[in-house]
């Protein structure tokens, strides 16, 4: 296609986070893009053109999106949309699915439209290529979920107190408080419900704050077992500050 684009259409490479059937014919698609943040348009006459939005607007899909947003509405006009990339794996694989729904899904609670940087999609689009090559590896949703909670601005400090900002000291835990999120320390946890967190937990989980998802396999992310119950249940508290749980994609998580 040569056709010039219009001045005020934006062609940025996107991720597919939800689509809809709206309509007759429509789809009403969500993506997570590069250049404009999280976005929502609609595709007019997407449910019936086989030539201009051929399987690409299917979540998980790296697309080159053409987009017109318009002043008046929050709903941008889809003017088309090219395959780079789609994974193969996912639906050959329940638990990949359910991981790479996670992923998605976890994004789309945290991330509120134009505030979302190329930084965001790159961690994204990096983590599904990962898992889409690799094993449905527990660590990589947990390296994930460190690095999404840095860009979104809620960074957790794993070595110190929340509170009075005390180190982690050599004989003594530190305290997650599932209602309030953050670590605290022995003195400072008070009366409030809260457990001890391992040293093991706390240190592997400071190595996956900067882990790099640009990586042959996932085994970089590969967690002991008691590590890994222990950091999904901190980080589940760390969430749960922010966003209603448990997500769709949770559940289905939980039953394989
Ligand atoms: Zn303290």
Same mark, same amino acid.
């Given at each position: 296609m040569t056709s010039a684009i219009a001045p005020q259409e934006t062609t940025t490479p996107a991720i597919v986070v939800r689509a809809r059937i709206f309509g007759e014919s429509d789809k009403i698609v969500t993506f997570l893009t590069r250049d404009l943040g999280k976005l929502t348009g609609i595709a007019k006459g997407a449910k019936r053109s086989k030539r201009r939005f051929v399987n690409v607007l299917e979540p998980f899909t790296h697309v080159s999106l053409r987009v017109r947003q318009r002043q008046a509405s929050d709903l941008a006009f889809i003017s088309a949309c090219e395959l780079l990339d789609a994974p193969r794996s996912f639906t050959l694989d329940l638990r990949k699915f359910a991981f790479a729904s996670y992923i998605l899904e976890l994004t789309d609670r945290m991330v509120r439209g134009r505030e979302a940087g190329p930084e965001t999609y790159d961690l994204v689009r990096d983590a599904l290529a990962l898992l889409d090559r690799s094993e449905a590896e527990p660590g990589l949703l947990r390296g994930f979920e460190l690095h999404l909670l840095r860009l979104t601005g809620y960074?957790?400090?794993? !070595?110190?107190?929340?509170?009075?900002?005390g180190g982690l000291a050599a004989n003594e835990g530190m305290y997650a408080q599932p209602a309030r999120g953050g670590l605290l320390c022995g003195r400072c946890r008070g009366e409030g419900r809260s457990y001890v967190i391992s040293r093991a937990t706390l240190e592997r989980l400071t190595t996956l704050q900067q882990?790099?998802? !640009?990586?042959? !396999?996932?085994s970089a992310f590969a967690l002991q077992p008691g590590v890994a119950a222990e950091a999904r249940a901190l980080l589940r508290s760390f969430f749960g500050a922010t966003v209603t749980l448990p997500l769709v994609s949770e559940r289905l998580l939980d039953e394989l």
């Open positions: 960074e957790p400090a794993l !070595d110190r107190c929340r509170r009075c900002g882990a790099s998802f !640009d990586t042959a !396999d996932a």
